[in-house]
């Protein structure tokens, strides 16, 4: 089995430069990165700086959210 990070990301990690450092000590501690996205863009960003997955989370859940519904975010992040 391998172990997963999961990086709750927040608008502010993504776009600030600090995510993709994140990203790279947690891969070089042997760990499979997924990052939780709200919207395309975000997923787009999470892949280029090397995530290798991401989660998406539509505006159903709780907590920091987009305002697109997971279905149709899927169906984006899919497609993409």
């Not at 939780?36 to 892949?47: D, H, T």
């Amino acid at each position: 089995s391998k172990l997963v990070a999961v990086i709750y990301s927040r608008k502010e990690l993504l776009t600030t430069g600090n995510l993709q450092q994140v990203i790279f000590d947690l891969q070089q501690a042997g760990l499979f990165v997924a990052v939780e996205v709200v919207e395309l863009e975000e997923a787009r960003l999470a892949q280029k700086l090397g995530a290798q997955a991401v989660i998406g989370k539509g505006h159903e859940s709780g907590g920091r959210v987009g305002e697109t519904t997971n279905f149709v975010l899927v169906q984006q992040l899919v497609s993409a």
